[in-house]
């Protein structure tokens, strides 16, 4: 319902971070670790640290198999680029001092492709059942009196070529869902953040989540309805 908060689904849940001085701190040792914006295509596989924004018009971006750590960067899909997961996890997170510059996600292309899958319950990695992550230290978002969002703003633009099958997670930002999503009446794509704005005819759906790793809670379908 409308302005209802509601409890964190995954408040218990530990989260990887790379910010300093957390019991939930981890140092990796992945198989890739990029320092630099990425605004071309790239693969990469079994994990990593990209300390840099993944910055992106014609190009694509492939992720598998393991947990992604944007140290201190921002995803930014434009026109005609695409990102593509399997069985992994994007962590928008920050290695500084105090956690500064914990990065956000923006898709604000309705001809962006996003292919999203998270790690199932079968994995063994951390963050089962996540698609994207921004982490728990990151500024909490700022509305204005509009209710528009001026402080750690993300956005998802569903368009012909969207699909995530996974948790959403921007426990401090605001989260912008907007389009037409191509989602068919089952799915499992769940969106958790401490504030949302819902424009258009975008549509989500809990339904088929067994096997994902997805905590489940509440309605098992959501539309906006005028």
Same mark, same amino acid.
């Not at 071309?40 to 947990?67: E, K, P």
């Not at 956690?99 to 001809?111: E, K, L, N």
């Given at each position: 319902?409308?302005?209802?908060?509601?409890?964190?689904?995954?408040?218990?849940?530990?989260?990887?971070?790379?910010?300093?001085?957390?019991?939930?701190?981890?140092?990796?040792?992945?198989?890739?670790?990029?320092?630099?914006?990425?605004?071309?295509?790239?693969?990469?596989?079994?994990?990593?640290?990209?300390?840099? +924004?993944? !910055?992106? =018009?014609?190009?694509?971006?492939? #992720?598998?198999? &393991?947990?992604? $750590?944007?140290?201190? /960067?921002? %995803?930014?899909?434009?026109?005609?680029?695409?990102?593509?997961?399997?069985?992994?996890?994007?962590?928008?997170?920050?290695?500084?001092?105090?956690?500064?510059?914990?990065?956000?996600?923006?898709?604000?292309?309705?001809?962006?492709?996003?292919?999203?899958?998270?790690?199932?319950?079968?994995?063994?990695?951390?963050?089962?059942?996540?698609?994207?992550?921004?982490?728990?230290?990151?500024?909490?978002?700022?509305?204005?009196? +509009?209710? !528009?969002? =001026?402080?750690?703003?993300?956005? #998802?633009?569903? &368009?012909?070529? $969207?699909?995530?099958? /996974?948790? %959403?997670?921007?426990?401090?930002?605001?989260?912008?869902?907007?389009?037409?999503?191509?989602?068919?009446?089952?799915?499992?794509?769940?969106?958790?953040?401490?504030?949302?704005?819902?424009?258009?005819?975008?549509?989500?759906?809990?339904?088929?989540?067994?096997?994902?790793?997805?905590?489940?809670?509440?309605?098992?379908?959501?539309?906006?309805?005028?």
């Amino acid at each position: 319902s409308t302005n209802t908060a509601t409890t964190d689904p995954y408040g218990s849940t530990s989260i990887p971070t790379l910010a300093p001085g957390q019991s939930n701190t981890v140092n990796p040792t992945p198989s890739t670790q990029y320092t630099g914006d990425i605004t071309g295509s790239q693969t990469f596989s079994g994990g990593g640290i990209i300390r840099g +924004n993944i !910055n992106l =018009s014609n190009g694509t971006v492939t #992720l598998r198999d &393991g947990i992604y $750590f944007i140290d201190q /960067g921002s %995803v930014a899909l434009g026109s005609n680029s695409s990102l593509i997961t399997n069985n992994a996890t994007i962590v928008l997170t920050s290695s500084a001092s105090g956690s500064s510059g914990v990065g956000t996600f923006s898709m604000q292309s309705a001809t962006a492709t996003l292919d999203m899958t998270a790690p199932d319950e079968n994995s063994t990695l951390a963050t089962k059942g996540f698609a994207i992550i921004q982490d728990r230290l990151a500024a909490t978002d700022v509305l204005a009196n +509009n209710g !528009n969002s =001026s402080s750690n703003c993300n956005v #998802l633009q569903g &368009g012909a070529k $969207f699909s995530i099958v /996974g948790a %959403v997670y921007f426990p401090q930002g605001n989260l912008s869902y907007q389009g037409s999503p191509s989602v068919t009446s089952t799915g499992c794509l769940q969106l958790i953040a401490d504030t949302f704005n819902w424009q258009g005819t975008p549509k989500l759906y809990v339904n088929g989540c067994a096997g994902t790793g997805v905590n489940v809670f509440g309605p098992i379908s959501a539309a906006l309805v005028e």
